[in-house]
């Protein structure tokens, strides 16, 4: 008890001998009352010597606090502005605000931050890292899958997988918010130059949802922010075909801010897969190999558009539409060839395949924003209404080549699905003193998805069902939750720590009976973040969070397409969410040309889904998800940004970690540890003239299962631009999967089978990507991408 009191009254003690310095706050913004982040605010007194300094957040505002009572000079700084100085006076026990500070352009600078502007930085935040977008080449001339490829940590598989350190598990956000941009290969339509910053979060805070074990990546969107019109034409072409035309326009002024956003992408992929598969190994074997030759036609438009009302000074409506729609026509051809152990053919069949299916995502969203008289306070209020349909249909073809030419009953399958999905959420923050303040919030999502699927085999009277495959699956999923985090600052010392509650209720059925099944998942998700800063260039941080990853719905859906002879993927609807409890410490050491940002990180989880394949009584092999009982890793992550001269920056990353999966389904086990690697190399030369190169090698090492091993893969992208017509135009040549070696090998061996299997879903793309800008400065538009966006 003594003890407790001693403690008590120190805490006191200190707030106390704090009370007695003064502090100043204020916010610092452009004429166009747009906020400035990263502005530098340093205090000094008669002599020049600085007694405090700081930065200015993404809404700029600064605060200074423990100042002894005296007169100073408090100047604002930023590279392209006019570094302004004022007197101030600080008195004890008192809060200063400044008001609004305005900076204004120095036009003399201006070409100083169109050649700094070019490099991208890392900063660590209290709960995330930072990837502030540069004007990397290859970040800049594809689409949002490119720019991730040189994100820290973050890696996108040759199937557009998109992956943190190395676990799939992870939820992509664009601007805060789950969107119908991350769904399939939508980010494909969205362009890189029009993201601002990526953050990786791996240890989010209870502000987010606990979906997404690996972590969560937030792509930050860029906001008009200059008034008047302005906007940007860009333009594609590419080999293999990849046509897109993509205008965008704004148009601000002290109340009302449009944008829209339109997209047309005509693509063409080639696709190569082989299989090596012998079965029998313990009786009469059989070998086969097989050959996929596969093309892929995708037509998308995309349009976006909405409107920022500012009511007042407080008081700001945002409403927006989105429509992403695709129509993809694809063609495949399997050649199959069978033969003995001594290598004689027994026979051989092809099949060809032909598909059509129309895509359509329409999303709502409207948010409410109300920033109170007491500076810091906010209440954010955002409902979206999500809804989608699909329509596919395949048509394949089979015939017997040897021994004898003998076609074989066409198949047809059709898959129709609908989905429905209405989300609101509130947010409110509510300072409690200068360095505290508490956060707590709302949300509830209601989604419900509707399939049916259908397939059928011709004979002579017509069409009949194969397999009994006739069923209407309806998906119902209702999550509830709400949080409560409280964040504090002491010195040098950041803290925040929150707890999450998510209610879950999941309803499967169908109409044939086959699948009914009934699940409530109630769970509290804790959080727990702190942060220490050493001066302004050495942070060192630790977080804790607990997460879950619910099987996504292709994981559920118990349906499947037909068109390989010899495998189907099947999903699973018993299927459990997994859970992790993640442990990270991370360091960011910034120097002047060089930055280092170590990290050490353990996760467990348990109730882990893993692919499980087996071979039915018909020999079909079949995959399918499964939960297993659990799996751990940890690892060293290092992240070196070195930049020796204004005209070279390169960029390296490690990833090295340990995995151990340890449970069972039926007779398999799945216990098994590894350990493996990812890396990355990137570098770019800033020429004269304004002529950029990059190039950018990216490996992941070989990792497996108890089942399958998959090998390493290498990557090679290489970009070229040039920037012209008094930066309003950049003209960029890029190569992405240069040389053709971003292939994926893997082998699974069974008690009495063994399957190699080569996968290259996309060949070697060359692209020549045009620019054309309006109104706006390309220099501008980095100073802008550090200024902050809605979040």
């Known amino acids: 008890m003594k003890q407790a009191a001693i403690i008590i009254f120190s805490l006191f003690s200190v707030q106390y001998s704090l009370a007695q310095k003064g502090q100043i706050t204020g916010i610092i913004q452009e004429k166009s009352a747009v906020p ?34 005296g007169k100073y000079t408090i100047s604002y700084s930023f590279a392209g502005f006019k570094t302004i100085s004022r007197p101030v006076e600080v008195k ?139 906007g940007q034409l860009r333009l594609v072409g590419g080999i ?102 001594n290598g004689a053919i027994d026979s051989s069949l092809t099949r060809k395949g032909e598909s059509w299916e129309k895509r359509s995502y329409n999303q709502l969203e409207l948010n409410y924003t109300k920033n109170f008289a007491k500076e810091g306070k906010k209440l954010t209020v955002d409902m979206q209404y999500d809804f989608w349909d699909s329509d596919k249909d395949w048509n394949l073809s089979t015939s017997k080549v040897f021994p004898t030419a003998i076609d074989l009953p066409m198949i047809r399958t059709g898959s129709m699905g609908a989905s429905k999905d209405f989300m609101i959420k509130t947010d409110m923050i509510q300072p409690l003193d200068s360095t505290s303040t508490l956060e707590f919030g709302l949300k509830l999502e209601d989604r419900r998805v509707n399939s049916d699927f259908i397939a059928e085999q011709q004979n002579s009277a017509g069409w009949e069902i194969i397999e009994q495959i006739d069923n209407h699956l309806l998906y119902k999923e209702l999550i509830g939750s709400a949080y409560v985090q409280f964040s504090g600052k002491t010195g040098a010392l950041s803290y925040q720590a929150g707890l999450r509650g998510e209610l879950t209720h999941i309803g499967i059925e169908d109409r044939a009976g086959s699948y009914s099944n009934k699940k409530d998942y109630n769970r509290l998700f804790p959080t727990f ?50 859970y992790a409890n993640v442990f990270e410490i991370a360091f960011l050491k910034n120097w002047k040309t060089l930055t280092l940002n170590p990290s050490f990180y353990y996760q467990r989880n348990t ?52 995995y151990a999966e340890q449970g069972s389904y039926k007779d398999q086990s799945f216990d098994y540890s590894g ?59 890029d190569i992405s999967n240069l040389f053709g070696l971003r292939k994926s090998n893997s082998r699974t061996v069974g008690t009495d089978y063994d399957i190699s299997q080569t996968n290259i879903p996309n060949a070697a793309r060359y692209r020549l990507t045009l620019v054309y800008r309006f109104n706006q400065k390309d220099n501008q538009a980095v100073r802008q991408a550090k200024s902050g966006n809605r979040d």
Do not use: C
Not at 625 to 649: A, C, M
């Open 92 to 230: 004890s026990d008192e809060v200063i605000n400044v008001g609004t500070v305005i900076l204004e352009s120095d036009t003399k600078l201006l070409q100083e931050v169109s050649v700094t502007g070019l490099r991208s930085s890392i900063s660590l935040k209290l709960d995330k890292k930072v990837f502030e977008v540069g004007k990397d080449v290859l970040s800049q001339s594809g689409a949002v899958t490119d720019l991730l490829n040189v994100v820290p940590s973050v890696s996108v598989s040759p199937g557009g997988e998109i992956s943190l350190r190395g676990n799939n598990n992870v939820l992509v956000l664009i601007d805060g918010r789950r969107t119908g941009l991350t769904q399939g290969n939508a980010l494909e339509q969205v362009p890189a130059d029009q993201v601002e910053r990526v953050e990786v979060i791996t240890n989010p805070s209870s502000r987010f949802d606990a979906a997404g074990s690996a972590g969560i990546i937030n792509i930050i969107l860029k906001k008009n922010k200059k008034g008047g019109f302005s």
């Open 36 to 69: 400035i982040s990263y502005v530098t605010v340093t205090l000094k007194e008669s002599g020049d010597k600085a007694i405090a300094a700081g930065i200015s957040d993404n809404k700029g505002i600064f605060r200074l606090e423990s100042i002894p009572a």
């Open 240 to 341: 293999p075909n990849e046509t897109r035309i993509s205008p965008s326009l704004n148009y601000k002024s002290d109340r009302l801010n449009l944008f829209a956003t339109y997209g047309i992408r005509l693509s063409d992929y080639v696709g190569l897969y082989t299989m090596k598969q012998s079965t029998g190994l313990s009786g009469e074997r059989v070998d086969l190999n097989r050959r996929q030759d596969e093309e892929r036609h995708d037509d998308a438009k995309l349009l976006y558009f909405g409107a920022d009302f500012k009511v007042n000074d407080h008081n700001t409506i945002t409403a927006a539409f989105m429509r992403n729609s695709t129509n993809d026509h694809d063609k495949t051809q399997l050649n199959y060839v069978y033969s003995n152990k």
């Open 529 to 578: 973040n702190i942060s220490y800063r050493f001066n302004e260039r050495s942070t060192l941080q630790g977080s804790y969070s607990k997460r879950i990853n619910r099987p996504r719905l292709g994981m559920i859906y118990p349906f499947n397409e037909l068109t390989d002879l010899t495998s189907r993927y099947v999903g699973n609807p018993d299927l459990n969410p997994s």
């Open 607 to 658: 109730g882990v889904m893993e692919d499980y394949t087996f071979r039915n009584a018909e020999g079909l092999f079949i995959t399918m998800p499964v939960n297993i009982h659990r799996e751990t890793r940890h690892g060293f992550e290092l992240s070196v940004l070195y930049n020796p001269v204004k005209w070279l920056q390169v960029n390296t990353e490690l990833n090295l970690f340990h």
């Open 675 to 733: 350990n493996t690697l990812t890396s990355r190399v990137s570098a770019q030369l800033k020429l004269k003239n304004k002529l950029a190169f990059q190039t950018l090698y990216n490996f992941r090492g070989a990792n497996a299962t108890a089942q399958t091993r998959t090998d390493a893969l290498h990557s090679i992208d290489f970009g070229l631009s040039k920037t012209f017509l008094k930066d309003k135009a950049t003209l960029m040549f």
